[in-house]
């Protein structure tokens, strides 16, 4: 069965290449065999453990980070052509979007030894689900603003309050908790920690927040005195900033900012080069794939700044701001080229695709991160506020 693959790179060296070949096959016979079914939105909407634990068994999980914590060493880049290639196919990658991308980059750089030892391995394995609860009512992208607490208590900390918006909170073995611990002294950004709460946790309650589809992705996290031992804080009272600042620039960029409607659009590639000449199509299909590749040159120079050490918020902003409108665009020039009745139980995969990619279009600007609040970061950045 031919997959969806993502463009080549002569800019990319002989290793890359390589393992690029290397997962294609493997996507190749996961196909082969039913091992998952292609889709739209896979990185949010595609969540199997049993798939997980494949991509960790090969080493493709955690690729970047030291041997001593599962890692294997690998180069930014290396990693990049394994998301890219698993996003294009529409591989069911959601068990562990966040625990690697995030999740365990943060630990490495903050975590105490023994945080390290105990956390990252079981990412890197495929074992180890992880939701974050950052957001809040009332505060959305603001995140200075949170009002979760956590209080002091003998040993450890009592968290209470509510975060919305936990992809697979559900389904989590832990959950990365943004809480104010202090007031700061006045300045928002100063008195937040984050505290690591493992699942199941007595006092919280797990509530989903379903799609225009049904689905259940999100949840609402609501704590009533979960209790969280000193060792879970991350970086110590108050790093609880700087760390999710960190994790947002990794969140913001990655290929999953402009890739979630990649198959769609390789589907109105297909359906433009098997139906008579179109100008019309030409014209919006070429437009869109090369939007798409600029959008792919301008996240591989985050990584690549990532990979050097820099925590690039502002580029990873505009990454995100330029390619979730984007994913929204592919979807709606998939609506207007092709007479259809978009239909999730479609056996027409375009039909199907296209269902997908319209339903969780509201979801594209919002979920990271409103794109308004991105501008507001790009303006800073660029000295205009």
């Given at each position: 069965m031919k997959i969806p693959c993502a463009p080549a790179d002569d800019r990319l060296d002989a290793t890359c290449k390589a393992l690029r070949a290397q997962v294609r096959e493997f996507l190749r016979n996961e196909l082969s065999i039913g091992g998952f079914a292609p889709q739209c939105d896979s990185w949010l909407r595609g969540f199997d453990r049993a798939f997980t634990r494949k991509l960790g068994a090969r080493g493709w999980l955690g690729m970047t980070w030291p041997r001593r914590y599962g890692g294997q060493e690998r180069s930014q880049r290396e990693r990049y052509v394994v998301i890219e290639e698993l996003l294009a196919a529409g591989a069911p990658v959601a068990g562990h979007w966040?625990?690697?991308?995030?999740?365990?980059?943060?630990?490495?750089?903050?975590?105490?030894?023994?945080?390290?030892?105990?956390?990252?391995?079981?990412?890197?394995?495929?074992?180890?689900?992880?939701?974050?609860?950052?957001?809040?009512?009332d505060v959305g992208s603001d995140l200075a603003s949170v009002k979760a607490r956590a209080v002091r208590i003998d040993g450890g900390w009592k968290i209470t309050g509510t975060k919305v918006w936990t992809s697979q909170g559900h389904n989590a073995d832990h959950l990365f908790v943004l809480c104010r611990t202090s007031d700061g002294a006045g300045v928002k950004h100063r008195g937040l920690s984050m505290l690591i709460v493992a699942m199941p946790a007595k006092g919280l309650a797990v509530r989903p927040i379903r799609l225009l589809t049904g689905e259940h992705h999100f949840n609402e996290m609501v704590f009533d005195g979960v209790e969280v031992p000193d060792s879970m804080v991350l970086g110590g009272?108050?790093?609880?900033?700087?760390?999710?600042?960190?994790?947002?620039?990794?969140?913001?960029?990655?290929?999953?900012?402009?890739?979630?409607?990649?198959?769609?659009?390789?589907?109105?590639?297909?359906k433009a080069r098997a139906t008579p000449a179109d100008a019309r199509a030409e014209i919006v299909i070429g437009e869109l794939v090369s939007r798409f590749w600029t959008l792919r040159s301008m996240s591989i120079g985050v990584a690549a700044l990532m990979e050097q050490g820099h925590q690039p918020g502002v580029e990873a902003a505009l990454v995100k701001d330029l390619g979730t409108r984007f994913e929204g665009d592919v979807a709606q020039a998939a609506r207007l080229l092709y007479p259809m009745v978009p239909s999730l139980d479609s056996d027409e995969r375009f039909e199907n695709f296209a269902a997908q990619a319209i339903l969780h279009t509201p979801a594209y600007t919002l979920r990271g991160g409103t794109n308004e609040v991105l501008r507001g970061i790009i303006a800073r950045g660029l000295g205009l506020r």
């Open positions: 966040v625990a690697e991308r995030q999740v365990g980059p943060s630990i490495l750089r903050h975590g105490t030894e023994e945080q390290k030892q105990g956390l990252v391995p079981p990412i890197a394995r495929g074992e180890s689900i992880f939701g974050a609860c950052y957001s809040e009512p009272e108050g790093e609880g900033w700087n760390i999710v600042t960190g994790d947002l620039a990794s969140e913001r960029s990655g290929p999953e900012r402009f890739m979630s409607t990649l198959p769609l659009l390789g589907e109105m590639i297909r």
